[in-house]
Protein backbone atom coordinates (compact mmCIF):
# COMPACT_ATOMS: atom_id res chain seq x y z
CA UNK A 1 0.00 0.00 0.00
CA UNK A 2 1.46 3.89 -0.94
CA UNK A 3 1.42 7.02 0.73
CA UNK A 4 -0.61 8.84 -2.06
CA UNK A 5 1.52 11.45 -4.22
CA UNK A 6 1.76 14.83 -4.65
CA UNK A 7 0.29 16.00 -7.10
CA UNK A 8 1.77 15.38 -11.11
CA UNK A 9 3.61 18.78 -12.45
CA UNK A 10 2.42 20.03 -15.63
CA UNK A 11 4.89 18.90 -18.89
CA UNK A 12 6.22 22.09 -19.21
CA UNK A 13 7.44 22.14 -15.90
CA UNK A 14 9.37 18.97 -16.42
CA UNK A 15 10.80 20.57 -19.50
CA UNK A 16 12.16 23.91 -17.74
CA UNK A 17 13.12 21.23 -14.48
CA UNK A 18 15.25 19.11 -16.85
CA UNK A 19 16.90 22.40 -18.57
CA UNK A 20 17.99 23.66 -15.35
CA UNK A 21 19.80 20.28 -14.44
CA UNK A 22 21.67 19.75 -17.37
CA UNK A 23 22.63 23.41 -16.54
CA UNK A 24 23.50 22.88 -13.26
CA UNK A 25 25.33 19.75 -14.59
CA UNK A 26 26.91 21.91 -17.25
CA UNK A 27 28.32 24.31 -15.17
CA UNK A 28 30.07 21.96 -12.44
CA UNK A 29 26.96 22.66 -9.66
CA UNK A 30 26.98 19.20 -7.81
CA UNK A 31 25.11 20.60 -5.12
CA UNK A 32 22.09 21.57 -7.77
CA UNK A 33 19.54 17.86 -5.79
CA UNK A 34 15.97 17.81 -6.37
CA UNK A 35 14.79 14.03 -6.46
CA UNK A 36 11.70 12.83 -7.23
CA UNK A 37 9.87 10.69 -4.86
CA UNK A 38 12.19 11.69 -1.65
CA UNK A 39 9.24 11.25 0.80
CA UNK A 40 7.87 7.93 -0.88
CA UNK A 41 8.10 4.91 1.38
CA UNK A 42 6.17 1.54 1.52
CA UNK A 43 4.02 0.31 4.43
CA UNK A 44 2.68 -2.76 5.67
CA UNK A 45 -0.41 -1.66 6.96
CA UNK A 46 -2.10 2.73 6.86
CA UNK A 47 -4.95 4.05 7.47
CA UNK A 48 -7.11 7.82 7.00
CA UNK A 49 -7.37 9.70 10.50
CA UNK A 50 -8.43 12.81 11.19
CA UNK A 51 -7.92 13.68 7.62
CA UNK A 52 -3.59 12.46 8.08
CA UNK A 53 -2.74 8.89 6.49
CA UNK A 54 -1.51 6.88 9.44
CA UNK A 55 1.70 4.39 9.17
CA UNK A 56 2.75 1.59 10.87
CA UNK A 57 5.34 -0.98 10.16
CA UNK A 58 7.27 1.73 7.55
CA UNK A 59 10.00 -0.15 5.49
CA UNK A 60 12.20 2.63 3.65
CA UNK A 61 12.49 1.78 -0.19
CA UNK A 62 16.65 1.84 0.24
CA UNK A 63 16.91 -0.83 2.45
CA UNK A 64 19.32 -3.47 1.85
CA UNK A 65 17.58 -6.77 1.19
CA UNK A 66 19.87 -10.11 0.47
CA UNK A 67 23.03 -8.63 2.97
CA UNK A 68 24.49 -10.53 5.11
CA UNK A 69 22.71 -13.41 7.10
CA UNK A 70 19.66 -12.18 7.99
CA UNK A 71 17.29 -10.09 5.35
CA UNK A 72 15.54 -7.96 8.09
CA UNK A 73 14.52 -5.00 5.26
CA UNK A 74 11.42 -6.85 4.46
CA UNK A 75 11.48 -9.45 7.00
CA UNK A 76 7.20 -8.62 8.65
CA UNK A 77 7.84 -10.80 11.45
CA UNK A 78 7.33 -8.72 15.22
CA UNK A 79 8.08 -11.25 18.19
CA UNK A 80 4.85 -9.30 19.72
CA UNK A 81 3.93 -6.42 18.95
CA UNK A 82 2.50 -4.23 22.41
CA UNK A 83 -0.95 -2.95 21.04
CA UNK A 84 -1.95 -2.50 24.68
CA UNK A 85 -4.68 -5.32 24.55
CA UNK A 86 -3.76 -7.77 26.97
CA UNK A 87 -6.18 -11.31 26.88
CA UNK A 88 -7.29 -13.63 29.56
CA UNK A 89 -9.28 -16.92 28.50
CA UNK A 90 -9.07 -20.78 29.18
CA UNK A 91 -10.35 -23.02 26.59
CA UNK A 92 -10.81 -26.71 26.78
CA UNK A 93 -11.06 -28.99 23.80
CA UNK A 94 -12.13 -25.82 21.41
CA UNK A 95 -11.67 -26.32 17.69
CA UNK A 96 -7.93 -24.04 16.80
CA UNK A 97 -10.07 -22.02 14.20
CA UNK A 98 -12.41 -20.80 16.66
CA UNK A 99 -9.85 -19.92 19.61
CA UNK A 100 -7.83 -17.99 16.58
CA UNK A 101 -11.34 -15.92 15.77
CA UNK A 102 -11.70 -15.46 19.04
CA UNK A 103 -8.33 -14.22 19.56
CA UNK A 104 -7.87 -11.29 16.79
CA UNK A 105 -11.54 -10.46 17.25
CA UNK A 106 -10.92 -9.52 20.62
CA UNK A 107 -7.79 -7.69 19.54
CA UNK A 108 -9.28 -6.32 16.38
CA UNK A 109 -7.34 -7.93 14.08
CA UNK A 110 -8.06 -9.71 10.73
CA UNK A 111 -7.47 -13.31 10.51
CA UNK A 112 -6.15 -15.57 7.57
CA UNK A 113 -5.54 -18.88 8.32
CA UNK A 114 -4.60 -21.66 5.78
CA UNK A 115 -7.04 -24.23 4.67
CA UNK A 116 -5.21 -26.90 6.38
CA UNK A 117 -4.98 -25.02 9.69
CA UNK A 118 -6.94 -27.48 12.38
CA UNK A 119 -6.77 -29.11 15.29
CA UNK A 120 -8.04 -28.89 19.07
CA UNK A 121 -6.76 -26.78 21.84
CA UNK A 122 -6.11 -26.96 25.53
CA UNK A 123 -4.98 -23.52 26.92
CA UNK A 124 -5.25 -21.26 29.66
CA UNK A 125 -4.13 -17.83 28.50
CA UNK A 126 -2.97 -15.38 31.92
CA UNK A 127 -2.60 -11.66 30.95
CA UNK A 128 -0.66 -12.10 27.49
CA UNK A 129 -0.26 -9.83 24.12
CA UNK A 130 -2.04 -11.15 21.28
CA UNK A 131 0.60 -12.40 19.63
CA UNK A 132 1.94 -14.58 23.10
CA UNK A 133 -1.25 -15.62 23.38
CA UNK A 134 -1.74 -16.48 19.15
CA UNK A 135 2.12 -18.55 19.86
CA UNK A 136 0.65 -20.20 22.89
CA UNK A 137 -2.45 -21.61 21.19
CA UNK A 138 -0.42 -22.68 18.14
CA UNK A 139 2.81 -24.57 19.57
CA UNK A 140 1.45 -27.78 20.56
CA UNK A 141 -0.61 -28.17 16.87
CA UNK A 142 3.12 -27.36 14.93
CA UNK A 143 1.42 -24.24 12.88
CA UNK A 144 3.31 -20.64 12.72
CA UNK A 145 1.57 -17.43 12.34
CA UNK A 146 2.92 -14.10 11.34
CA UNK A 147 1.99 -10.44 12.31
CA UNK A 148 1.30 -7.81 9.21
CA UNK A 149 0.35 -4.85 10.29
CA UNK A 150 -3.42 -5.44 11.80
CA UNK A 151 -3.30 -8.92 9.86
CA UNK A 152 -2.53 -12.20 11.64
CA UNK A 153 -1.52 -15.09 8.94
CA UNK A 154 -1.63 -18.82 10.71
CA UNK A 155 -0.73 -21.34 8.22
CA UNK A 156 1.38 -24.93 8.82
CA UNK A 157 5.16 -24.52 8.81
CA UNK A 158 4.93 -26.34 5.04
CA UNK A 159 6.63 -25.07 1.76
CA UNK A 160 3.68 -26.02 -0.42
CA UNK A 161 1.15 -24.08 1.46
CA UNK A 162 0.32 -20.99 0.29
CA UNK A 163 0.57 -18.88 3.04
CA UNK A 164 4.22 -19.93 3.63
CA UNK A 165 6.37 -17.22 2.32
CA UNK A 166 3.91 -14.96 4.32
CA UNK A 167 5.32 -16.99 7.78
CA UNK A 168 8.57 -17.66 6.62
CA UNK A 169 12.09 -15.56 6.41
CA UNK A 170 14.70 -16.43 4.32
CA UNK A 171 18.32 -16.17 5.61
CA UNK A 172 21.87 -17.40 3.94
CA UNK A 173 24.45 -18.78 5.22
CA UNK A 174 28.02 -19.17 4.13
CA UNK A 175 30.48 -21.60 5.15
CA UNK A 176 33.58 -20.56 6.00
CA UNK A 177 35.69 -23.68 7.46
CA UNK A 178 33.69 -26.83 6.93
CA UNK A 179 32.31 -27.84 4.31
CA UNK A 180 28.47 -27.39 2.90
CA UNK A 181 27.78 -31.28 2.36
CA UNK A 182 29.10 -31.81 6.12
CA UNK A 183 26.64 -29.12 7.46
CA UNK A 184 23.90 -30.69 5.78
CA UNK A 185 24.18 -33.66 7.71
CA UNK A 186 23.61 -31.84 10.91
CA UNK A 187 20.22 -30.51 9.45
CA UNK A 188 17.46 -33.15 11.12
CA UNK A 189 15.74 -34.98 8.63
CA UNK A 190 12.41 -32.93 9.24
CA UNK A 191 13.94 -29.78 8.18
CA UNK A 192 15.74 -30.43 5.17
CA UNK A 193 13.33 -29.35 3.19
CA UNK A 194 14.05 -25.79 4.08
CA UNK A 195 17.41 -25.93 3.46
CA UNK A 196 19.04 -25.51 -0.11
CA UNK A 197 22.35 -25.98 -0.78
CA UNK A 198 24.27 -23.99 -3.36
CA UNK A 199 27.57 -26.14 -4.29
CA UNK A 200 28.51 -23.36 -7.04
CA UNK A 201 28.17 -20.37 -4.31
CA UNK A 202 29.01 -21.97 -1.40
CA UNK A 203 26.07 -20.93 -0.02
CA UNK A 204 23.19 -22.66 2.51
CA UNK A 205 19.63 -21.02 2.11
CA UNK A 206 17.73 -21.53 4.57
CA UNK A 207 13.89 -20.51 4.31
CA UNK A 208 11.67 -21.25 6.85
CA UNK A 209 9.80 -20.03 9.66
CA UNK A 210 11.48 -17.55 12.06
CA UNK A 211 12.01 -20.07 14.62
CA UNK A 212 13.34 -22.50 12.89
CA UNK A 213 15.70 -20.44 10.68
CA UNK A 214 17.51 -19.04 13.79
CA UNK A 215 17.85 -22.24 14.91
CA UNK A 216 19.63 -23.70 12.22
CA UNK A 217 21.70 -21.11 11.44
CA UNK A 218 22.70 -21.78 15.00
CA UNK A 219 23.44 -25.03 14.54
CA UNK A 220 25.48 -23.78 10.98
CA UNK A 221 27.15 -21.71 13.12
CA UNK A 222 28.68 -23.40 16.44
CA UNK A 223 29.29 -26.33 13.81
CA UNK A 224 31.12 -24.05 11.29
CA UNK A 225 34.57 -23.20 13.49
CA UNK A 226 38.24 -23.49 12.02
CA UNK A 227 39.72 -26.79 11.84
CA UNK A 228 42.84 -27.54 13.62
CA UNK A 229 45.73 -29.02 11.25
CA UNK A 230 49.05 -31.13 11.94
CA UNK A 231 52.02 -31.01 10.31
CA UNK A 232 53.80 -34.48 10.13
CA UNK A 233 57.23 -34.34 10.32
CA UNK A 234 58.94 -37.73 8.75
CA UNK A 235 62.41 -38.96 8.61
CA UNK A 236 62.91 -42.11 6.36
CA UNK A 237 65.86 -43.81 6.81
CA UNK A 238 67.69 -47.30 6.13
CA UNK A 239 70.28 -48.78 7.86
CA UNK A 240 73.07 -51.40 5.87
CA UNK A 241 73.50 -54.32 7.82
CA UNK A 242 77.35 -53.72 7.42
CA UNK A 243 77.69 -50.12 8.93
CA UNK A 244 77.34 -52.07 12.26
CA UNK A 245 74.46 -50.22 13.89
CA UNK A 246 71.20 -51.02 15.13
CA UNK A 247 68.25 -49.21 16.54
CA UNK A 248 67.64 -50.49 19.81
CA UNK A 249 70.66 -52.90 20.10
CA UNK A 250 73.93 -50.70 19.16
CA UNK A 251 76.69 -53.28 20.13
CA UNK A 252 79.67 -50.54 20.11
CA UNK A 253 78.53 -47.35 21.13
CA UNK A 254 77.42 -45.26 24.11
CA UNK A 255 75.13 -42.03 24.37
CA UNK A 256 76.13 -39.48 26.73
CA UNK A 257 74.11 -36.90 28.01
CA UNK A 258 75.36 -34.09 30.93
CA UNK A 259 78.47 -36.12 30.75
CA UNK A 260 76.83 -39.64 31.65
CA UNK A 261 76.03 -42.76 29.94
CA UNK A 262 72.41 -42.81 28.84
CA UNK A 263 72.84 -45.73 26.36
CA UNK A 264 75.22 -48.39 26.34
CA UNK A 265 74.64 -51.57 25.11
CA UNK A 266 77.65 -54.96 24.26
CA UNK A 267 77.88 -58.18 23.41
CA UNK A 268 80.84 -61.00 24.27
CA UNK A 269 80.00 -64.28 22.51
CA UNK A 270 76.21 -64.88 22.79
CA UNK A 271 76.14 -62.97 25.90
CA UNK A 272 74.24 -59.68 26.06
CA UNK A 273 74.57 -57.16 28.51
CA UNK A 274 74.30 -53.29 29.14
CA UNK A 275 72.78 -50.41 30.98
CA UNK A 276 70.27 -47.91 29.94
CA UNK A 277 68.36 -44.67 32.03
CA UNK A 278 65.15 -44.12 31.47
CA UNK A 279 65.64 -40.44 31.51
CA UNK A 280 68.26 -40.89 28.34
CA UNK A 281 65.56 -43.02 26.56
CA UNK A 282 63.44 -40.20 27.04
CA UNK A 283 65.24 -37.38 26.03
CA UNK A 284 66.82 -39.33 23.13
CA UNK A 285 63.64 -41.04 21.37
CA UNK A 286 60.90 -38.40 22.93
CA UNK A 287 61.32 -35.33 21.35
CA UNK A 288 61.14 -35.07 17.29
CA UNK A 289 64.16 -32.25 17.96
CA UNK A 290 66.16 -34.59 19.91
CA UNK A 291 65.40 -37.23 17.57
CA UNK A 292 66.11 -35.71 13.97
CA UNK A 293 69.53 -34.48 15.50
CA UNK A 294 70.92 -37.67 16.61
CA UNK A 295 69.39 -39.20 13.03
CA UNK A 296 71.20 -36.71 11.65
CA UNK A 297 74.34 -37.38 13.63
CA UNK A 298 74.43 -41.04 12.93
CA UNK A 299 73.66 -39.88 8.79
CA UNK A 300 76.90 -37.69 8.82
CA UNK A 301 78.77 -40.92 10.30
CA UNK A 302 77.68 -43.06 7.94
CA UNK A 303 75.96 -45.28 10.14
CA UNK A 304 72.63 -45.04 8.18
CA UNK A 305 71.16 -43.19 4.76
CA UNK A 306 68.70 -40.73 5.21
CA UNK A 307 66.20 -40.85 2.11
CA UNK A 308 63.67 -38.46 2.78
CA UNK A 309 62.77 -35.94 5.50
CA UNK A 310 59.66 -34.87 4.12
CA UNK A 311 56.96 -32.35 6.32
CA UNK A 312 53.34 -32.17 5.23
CA UNK A 313 50.20 -30.72 7.00
CA UNK A 314 47.22 -32.23 6.81
CA UNK A 315 43.46 -31.74 7.99
CA UNK A 316 42.03 -33.08 11.41
CA UNK A 317 40.35 -36.21 10.19
CA UNK A 318 41.93 -36.56 6.40
CA UNK A 319 44.33 -38.40 5.09
CA UNK A 320 48.33 -37.37 4.26
CA UNK A 321 50.36 -39.40 2.17
CA UNK A 322 54.08 -39.90 1.35
CA UNK A 323 55.67 -41.53 -1.17
CA UNK A 324 59.23 -41.74 -2.09
CA UNK A 325 58.93 -44.42 -5.47
CA UNK A 326 60.71 -44.89 -9.07
CA UNK A 327 58.11 -45.67 -11.79
CA UNK A 328 58.19 -48.81 -13.69
CA UNK A 329 56.88 -48.80 -17.16
CA UNK A 330 55.93 -51.96 -19.08
CA UNK A 331 53.84 -53.10 -22.33
CA UNK A 332 50.82 -54.51 -22.89
CA UNK A 333 49.60 -56.34 -26.11
CA UNK A 334 45.78 -57.28 -26.29
CA UNK A 335 45.05 -60.77 -27.46
CA UNK A 336 44.43 -61.14 -30.83
CA UNK A 337 46.96 -58.44 -31.58
CA UNK A 338 49.48 -60.71 -32.05
CA UNK A 339 50.55 -63.42 -34.60
CA UNK A 340 50.29 -64.04 -38.15
CA UNK A 341 46.44 -62.99 -38.17
CA UNK A 342 47.01 -59.76 -36.70
CA UNK A 343 45.38 -56.96 -38.39
CA UNK A 344 45.97 -53.81 -36.00
CA UNK A 345 49.02 -53.59 -34.14
CA UNK A 346 48.09 -52.51 -30.14
CA UNK A 347 50.17 -51.82 -27.52
CA UNK A 348 48.70 -50.79 -24.21
CA UNK A 349 51.90 -49.09 -21.62
CA UNK A 350 51.14 -49.55 -17.81
CA UNK A 351 53.04 -48.32 -15.08
CA UNK A 352 53.85 -49.51 -11.38
CA UNK A 353 55.53 -48.02 -8.37
CA UNK A 354 58.01 -49.12 -6.50
CA UNK A 355 59.63 -47.58 -3.47
CA UNK A 356 58.04 -46.50 -0.21
CA UNK A 357 54.78 -45.36 0.66
CA UNK A 358 53.25 -43.86 3.76
CA UNK A 359 49.07 -42.94 4.19
CA UNK A 360 48.58 -41.43 6.96
CA UNK A 361 45.55 -40.28 8.83
CA UNK A 362 45.97 -38.00 11.97
CA UNK A 363 42.82 -37.43 14.29
CA UNK A 364 43.10 -34.83 17.48
CA UNK A 365 42.07 -35.40 20.70
CA UNK A 366 43.07 -32.50 22.92
CA UNK A 367 46.67 -32.88 23.63
CA UNK A 368 46.91 -36.36 22.02
CA UNK A 369 47.09 -36.94 18.67
CA UNK A 370 45.49 -40.62 17.06
CA UNK A 371 47.92 -41.14 14.07
CA UNK A 372 45.82 -43.82 12.08
CA UNK A 373 48.48 -45.50 9.81
CA UNK A 374 46.91 -46.91 6.94
CA UNK A 375 49.73 -47.90 5.21
CA UNK A 376 53.61 -47.94 5.37
CA UNK A 377 55.14 -49.47 2.76
CA UNK A 378 58.43 -51.07 1.20
CA UNK A 379 58.60 -52.46 -2.05
CA UNK A 380 61.22 -52.82 -4.76
CA UNK A 381 61.46 -54.47 -8.18
CA UNK A 382 63.32 -57.53 -7.85
CA UNK A 383 64.16 -57.96 -11.46
CA UNK A 384 67.09 -55.89 -10.99
CA UNK A 385 68.42 -58.22 -8.07
CA UNK A 386 67.82 -61.38 -9.98
CA UNK A 387 69.30 -62.39 -13.19
CA UNK A 388 66.95 -65.28 -13.90
CA UNK A 389 64.06 -62.74 -13.65
CA UNK A 390 65.95 -59.68 -15.60
CA UNK A 391 64.68 -61.46 -19.00
CA UNK A 392 61.10 -61.21 -17.72
CA UNK A 393 59.54 -58.44 -19.49
CA UNK A 394 57.27 -57.50 -16.50
CA UNK A 395 58.25 -56.48 -13.64
CA UNK A 396 58.09 -58.37 -9.83
CA UNK A 397 57.50 -56.89 -7.01
CA UNK A 398 58.16 -57.43 -3.39
CA UNK A 399 56.03 -55.72 -0.63
CA UNK A 400 56.18 -55.08 2.34
CA UNK A 401 53.46 -53.35 4.38
CA UNK A 402 52.20 -52.68 8.26
CA UNK A 403 49.30 -50.52 9.51
CA UNK A 404 48.88 -49.89 12.91
CA UNK A 405 46.72 -46.60 14.84
CA UNK A 406 48.92 -45.21 17.78
CA UNK A 407 48.12 -42.27 19.72
CA UNK A 408 51.19 -40.08 20.48
CA UNK A 409 51.22 -36.78 22.39
CA UNK A 410 51.58 -33.35 20.46
CA UNK A 411 55.28 -33.07 19.24
CA UNK A 412 56.12 -36.49 20.34
CA UNK A 413 57.59 -39.29 17.99
CA UNK A 414 56.91 -42.71 17.13
CA UNK A 415 59.15 -44.81 15.16
CA UNK A 416 58.16 -48.04 12.68
CA UNK A 417 61.02 -50.68 12.08
CA UNK A 418 62.09 -54.07 10.86
CA UNK A 419 60.49 -53.40 6.82
CA UNK A 420 63.46 -54.47 4.65
CA UNK A 421 64.64 -53.59 1.57
CA UNK A 422 66.64 -54.72 -0.65
CA UNK A 423 69.36 -53.32 -2.24
CA UNK A 424 71.57 -54.08 -5.28
CA UNK A 425 75.13 -52.76 -5.72
CA UNK A 426 77.80 -53.03 -8.38
CA UNK A 427 81.04 -52.85 -6.89
CA UNK A 428 83.48 -52.13 -10.38
CA UNK A 429 87.37 -53.31 -9.49
CA UNK A 430 89.74 -51.20 -11.80
CA UNK A 431 93.47 -51.42 -12.20
CA UNK A 432 94.49 -47.88 -12.64
CA UNK A 433 94.93 -46.48 -15.89
CA UNK A 434 95.15 -50.03 -17.70
CA UNK A 435 91.64 -50.49 -17.29
CA UNK A 436 90.77 -47.23 -19.36
CA UNK A 437 92.80 -48.24 -22.60
CA UNK A 438 90.48 -48.71 -25.90
CA UNK A 439 89.45 -52.08 -26.78
CA UNK A 440 91.23 -53.68 -23.52
CA UNK A 441 90.16 -51.77 -20.48
CA UNK A 442 87.83 -54.10 -19.62
CA UNK A 443 90.21 -57.16 -19.34
CA UNK A 444 91.74 -54.91 -16.39
CA UNK A 445 88.43 -54.43 -14.81
CA UNK A 446 85.93 -56.31 -12.92
CA UNK A 447 82.52 -56.37 -11.77
CA UNK A 448 80.43 -57.36 -8.63
CA UNK A 449 77.23 -57.46 -8.01
CA UNK A 450 76.23 -57.41 -4.78
CA UNK A 451 72.77 -57.77 -3.17
CA UNK A 452 71.84 -57.09 0.33
CA UNK A 453 68.56 -56.24 2.84
CA UNK A 454 68.80 -52.98 4.48
CA UNK A 455 66.21 -52.33 7.10
CA UNK A 456 64.14 -49.21 6.54
CA UNK A 457 63.00 -47.09 9.65
CA UNK A 458 60.53 -44.36 9.77
CA UNK A 459 60.46 -41.74 12.30
CA UNK A 460 56.91 -39.92 12.81
CA UNK A 461 56.11 -36.76 14.49
CA UNK A 462 53.08 -35.05 14.82
CA UNK A 463 52.50 -31.12 16.14
CA UNK A 464 49.25 -29.50 16.37
CA UNK A 465 48.75 -26.17 14.37
CA UNK A 466 45.89 -25.15 15.77
CA UNK A 467 44.02 -22.01 14.16
CA UNK A 468 43.20 -18.34 16.34
CA UNK A 469 39.58 -19.69 17.52
CA UNK A 470 39.69 -23.38 17.12
Known sequence: MYRPLPPRISVDELIQESLDRSNAVNSGDEHYVQPILEDEVIVDNG???NGAWVESNVVPTDAPYGSGLIDTALDPHVASIDDGIRIS??????DVREVLMMLTTEANLDLVMDDNVGGIVNAQINDLLVDEAIEKVLMPLGLSHARRGDQVIVAPPDPSSPLFSYISVRKDYRPLHIDSRALMETVPASWLQYVTSIESAKILMVHAPPRITDDIISRFASIDQPIPQVVLEAIICVVSPDCGFQFGLDWQHAVEL??????????????????????GMNQI?????????????LNEHGYLTIRASPHVMAKDGEQANIAINRETFFSVQPPGTTGNNAVFFQQDIQKVDAGITLDITPHIRGDVVTIDIEKAEVSEDVRTANNELSVNPFPVINRRSVSTTVSVKDGKTIVIGGLVQRETIDRVNRVP????????GYLF????????DAEVVIFISPRIVRSEGS
Do not use: C, M, Y
Open 285 to 297: FSEFSSTSTFVKL
Open 433 to 440: GLSRLPGV
Open 445 to 452: QSTQRQTR
Open 47 to 49: HWE
Open 258 to 279: DGAKSLALGATGLALNGTVSGE
Open 89 to 94: EEFIET
